[in-house]
């Protein structure tokens, strides 16, 4: 399972028409992107996994993440069993405790001791027959206890929204084995006007979330920073400019100690799958 180069983070292949993700995961494979990371926020996950890898030969399809509260272990370890098994052990199950706003929305107070809840959920992925290999799932990690189990109980970390120098904290807290692998929200634009209006609400909406806003007070932002979306914290989350920009940024990940940088791609139609950014992208970076 090849985790090193650029992947792409995407919930138009996980939500969209299945035909239309499809599709573009042959064009993705094709154009010489290493990994396909797709969301879990309810629904058939495993479909989706199923389709992008139906769909290519080579390329690893990672979930990021799977939300641990909203399936059952022995049933992730019987689904994964079977994709990886029909499609060449391609199927990289990333795992996260993702966010009480979200856990809590259909069953309030489901949401508590999210590290005891992940350390549970390995404990029965391993019990499971067969079981999910360590080497083939990572952890959703931002904090130090979680990086901690992500170095433990599984192959590395998927840290998604943040900067590089998470990234450098990161690695040294992982070690020089475990696999670091982030996630980079990037916009193609002319400027920062145009990075500010296809950007600056979405990254509002995933503020307002405390997973993400404590981690970056911890990176040393400010609560002004955080509440006002700052020009500081838009532009050391969110890759934006032309293709040398966005370069740039991923040489800045792999600097501080990145394996592999998956890249999530904005517009302006965010219904629209990105078809022509990942090309330009796939030209300049790969």
Not at 31 to 41: E, F, K, N, Q, R
Not at 111 to 133: I, S
Not at 197 to 202: D, P, S
Request: glycine fraction near 8%; proline fraction near 6%.
């Amino acid at each position: 399972m090849d985790l090193s180069g650029v992947g792409v983070w995407s919930h138009h292949l996980r939500y969209g028409d299945p035909g239309e993700a499809a599709e573009a995961a042959t064009e993705l494979e094709e154009l010489g992107y290493s990994a396909l990371w797709v969301p879990d926020t309810g629904g058939p996950v495993f479909e989706a996994v199923g389709n992008l890898l139906t769909a290519t030969r080579r390329i690893v399809v990672a979930t990021g993440i799977l939300n641990l509260w909203m399936h059952d272990p022995a049933g992730v370890a019987a689904s994964f069993a079977e994709l990886s098994s029909n499609h060449h052990h391609r199927f990289l199950m990333g795992i996260g405790v993702s966010h009480a706003a979200a856990v809590d929305r259909q069953e309030p107070g489901r949401y508590r001791k999210p590290l005891a809840a992940m350390t549970a959920f390995l404990d029965a992925l391993d019990q499971a027959d067969p079981p999910v290999p360590e080497n083939s799932r990572v952890l959703a990690a931002l904090g130090p206890k979680m990086l901690d189990l992500a170095a433990k109980r599984a192959r590395g970390a998927h840290p998604y929204l943040v900067t590089p120098e998470h990234t450098r904290q990161a690695r040294e807290a992982l070690g020089e084995g475990p696999l670091l692998l982030p996630e980079q929200t990037v916009i193609l634009c002319k400027g920062k006007d145009e990075a500010r209006a296809i950007g600056g609400e979405w990254l509002r909406r995933y503020l307002s979330l405390p997973n993400y806003a404590n981690n970056v007070l911890r990176l040393g932002y400010t609560e002004e920073d955080v509440e006002s979306v700052s020009d500081r914290l838009f532009d050391g989350l969110i890759a934006w400019g032309d293709e040398d920009a966005i370069r740039r940024r991923l040489d800045e990940h792999r600097d501080a100690g990145a394996d592999h940088v998956c890249l999530q791609v904005l517009t302006a139609d965010a219904d629209a799958l990105p078809r022509r950014e990942w090309r330009a992208l796939a030209v300049a970076l790969l």
